[in-house]
């Protein structure tokens, strides 16, 4: 059975860190283009990250502008893994955070059409 399991969501003040982690399992995330994906209240989803699996000459990470300096994102294909890296958290970045993989190499963009979504992990940033 493929799945997608995120952990490392939380409460954190503004200003702090998070680090979100996204392990597969039932297939390998090599061929992948893996990302995160956030819904807020009311909202709807936005595409924050994406990773592909290959280097190309325009590189291989994606950000929306909201998150970029901020965010950064992260893949380790032996563990079947990818990390997002959050600081200097803000209110605004409260929502459910999750992660999907797209069934190319090349995400082309922060927000690719993905096949594969995880449950998501709740983010709150407050005081």
């Known amino acids: 059975q493929l799945q997608l399991v995120e952990s490392g969501g939380g409460l954190v003040q503004p200003g702090g860190s998070l680090r979100l982690s996204c392990t597969a399992s039932?297939?390998?995330?090599?061929?992948?283009?893996l990302g995160w994906v956030r819904q807020a209240p009311g909202k709807e989803r936005e595409g924050l990250s994406c990773?592909?699996?290959?280097?190309?000459?325009?590189?291989?990470?994606y950000y929306v502008d909201s998150v970029k300096g901020r965010f950064t994102i992260s893949r380790d294909d032996a563990e079947n893994t990818v990390y997002l890296q959050m600081n200097d958290l803000r209110v605004e970045d409260t929502a459910v955070y999750y992660c999907?993989?797209?069934?190319?190499?090349?995400?082309?963009?922060?927000?690719?059409?993905?096949?594969?979504w995880g449950q998501g992990t709740q983010v709150t940033v407050s005081r």
């Open positions: 990773i592909s699996s290959v280097v190309t000459s325009d590189g291989s990470t």
């Open positions: 999907a993989a797209a069934a190319e190499p090349y995400c082309g963009g922060e927000y690719p059409r993905y096949a594969f």
């Open positions: 039932g297939f390998t995330l090599g061929y992948y283009s």
